[in-house]
T-cell receptor, first 113, second 112 residues
Framework: GDSVTQMEGPVTLSEEACLTI???????????LFWYVQYPGEGLQLLLK?????DKGSNKGFEATYRKETTSFHLEKGSVQVSDSAVYFC????????????FGKGTHLIIQP | DAGVTQSPTHLIKTRGQQVTLRCSPK?????VSWYQQALGQGPQFIFQ???????QRGNFPDRFSGHQFPNYSSELNVNALLLGDSALYLC???????????FGPGTRLLVL
């Protein structure tokens, strides 16, 4: 079945550091890929998405590129802020969107001033 | 434009009881999915409703059931509660022709 593996946390960085959170997936067909963010005490918010190979999703300075050859969708940001502290989830959707999302376990990101 | 809303926000039950959680989708959305998020884990897909029918189901027992109403709102019912059912239950909605799901704040269920 489908699965998502992302790096374990917590990941602790200083403000203005570069961020990479690794995400790899296993899926049948051609899934769509997503990054969701969960701030403390809140629900999940869509951060970015990509629906086909080589697509790059971007939002709020975050980027991720759909790499079919390596089955990866790593999340990157050039300069993180304290407000980026949250839990980040990589997820996929197979079957043209009719399927439920399959999530990774989440990566807790802590940014120190 | 109201987003996805869920009620109640918190709930405490005892083993063996039954619980009903409610979800109102984002305006204009017709498809509702439910997820269970255990502490420290990613959400797990329970099922999805479209046109008042269960369209897809994840790996959850029959104790978990649902319903979708003509106004697209939805309920999640869990019977014979177990301690392991303690989790954050998330509702997500979308328009059937689009892929992106929008999540509500969740209902935190504690089973004692």
């Amino acid at each position: 079945g489908d699965s998502v593996t992302q790096m374990e946390g917590p990941v602790t960085l200083s403000e203005e550091a570069c961020l990479t959170i690794n995400c790899t997936y296993t899926a049948t067909g051609y899934p769509s890929l997503f990054w969701y963010v969960q701030y403390p005490g809140e629900g999940l918010q869509l951060l970015l998405k990509a629906t086909k190979a080589d697509d790059k999703g971007s939002n709020k300075g975050f980027e991720a590129t759909y790499r079919k050859e390596t089955t990866s969708f790593h999340l990157e940001k050039g300069s993180v802020q304290v407000s980026d502290s949250a839990v980040y989830f990589c997820a996929l959707s197979s079957g043209g969107g009719a399927d439920g999302l399959t999530f990774g376990k989440g990566t807790h990101l802590i940014i120190q001033p | 434009d109201a987003g996805v809303t869920q009620s109640p926000t918190h709930l405490i039950k005892t083993r063996g009881q039954q619980v009903t959680l409610r979800c109102s989708p984002k305006s204009g959305h017709d498809t509702v999915s439910w997820y269970q998020q255990a502490l420290g884990q990613g959400p797990q897909f329970i099922f999805q409703y479209y046109e008042e029918e269960e369209r897809q189901r994840g790996n959850f027992p029959d104790r978990f059931s649902g319903h979708q109403f003509p106004n697209y709102s939805s309920e999640l019912n869990v019977n014979a509660l177990l301690l392991g059912d303690s989790a954050l239950y998330l509702c997500a909605s979308r328009l059937d022709i689009q892929e992106t799901q929008y999540f509500g704040p969740g209902t935190r269920l504690l089973v004692l």
